[in-house]
């Protein structure tokens, strides 16, 4: 059995372990609320684009001739990553790396795969083996939608020269505090919606249908995006603060585990203590 000494440095250092523990568990719980509400507040805007511009995007290829609709055959596919910059938020990176993983190996095995980093995790790993064409660790220092729509222009150029034929996102999608979804979406080319032209037969469009798509397309997709990155960003503090909760509780556990051990080891040292001197006093006395 350890000695008392031993016992009680296990003990301060549980005992601190906890408290930074709990302290990052209240941060990251007052940063969710303020991510969940941002997120929460743009999805009906985000989806509600994104149904507009599917309901027009039947007539994309034979009325506008948009690049960002064109289907080329897949060599070449560009994955975006999102994941946070820093750890200690359980597997939530891990669970797009291995999502990307899974990309090559299976969907895309045999085809030029490179990917964007988004996020430092994903810099760092994804770099060690793969072709990482840029890094936008960076945007989450000031999370707006004019930075985000910096990164989205960059990968609608890379898909117009054609250096790209298929871009995909990998993020996680925030649940709930404690349930991430990991996601995978097509960012480009569009993907039409069968019969969702016949949908529109109904309306008029001022100035007209192939201007209104044309200007549609880029900020729809940059709402995409956006969105994605913002989701990603309450899963992460999210999944920190269910990781740091757990961390928390087994750090207590352990503590309350290790005060034990110290209790039965103190007695045991005062019992032989005891036990010598009625010994020495016996001894004494005969």
């Not at 032209?197 to 729809?220: A, R, T």
């Amino acid at each position: 059995m350890a000695n008392l000494k031993e016992i009680r440095n296990r003990i301060a250092s549980v005992s601190s372990t906890m408290q930074i523990t709990s302290a990052m568990k209240m941060v990251s719980a007052a940063k969710l609320k303020k991510a969940q509400d941002a997120i929460t507040a743009m999805r009906p805007y985000a989806d509600k684009l994104t149904e507009l511009l599917q309901s027009l995007s039947a007539s994309l290829d034979a009325d506008s001739g948009s690049t960002y609709a064109d289907n080329r055959p897949v060599n070449k596919v560009l994955v975006v990553a999102i994941t946070s910059n820093r750890g200690l938020c359980g597997a939530f990176n891990t669970n797009v790396l291995k999502q990307c993983a899974s990309l090559e190996e299976n969907t895309y095995a045999g085809k030029q795969l490179d990917f964007v980093a988004i996020g430092k995790k994903a810099n760092d790993i994804l770099s060690k083996k793969h072709n990482v064409i840029s890094n936008h660790s960076e945007v989450f220092d000031n999370l707006t939608f004019e930075n985000v729509a910096l990164i989205a222009e960059e990968l609608m150029l890379l898909f117009r020269e054609g250096t790209y034929d298929k871009i995909e996102i990998v993020y996680n999608k925030f649940k709930n505090a404690a349930t991430q979804i990991v996601m995978t979406e097509q960012f480009l080319p569009i993907i039409p919606v069968e019969g969702a032209e016949s949908n529109n037969s109904d309306y008029i469009f001022e100035p007209s249908k192939i201007e209104i798509v044309e200007q549609l397309i880029p900020k729809s997709l940059k709402t995409q995006l956006y969105k994605g990155i913002r989701d990603s960003f309450a899963s992460e503090h999210g999944a920190r603060m269910t990781a740091m909760h757990k961390a928390t509780d087994n750090a207590t556990e352990l503590r309350d585990q290790l005060k034990l051990t110290y209790n039965k080891a103190r007695q045991a040292a005062i019992t032989n203590e005891i036990l010598e001197i009625v010994g020495g006093a016996e001894a004494l006395n005969n």
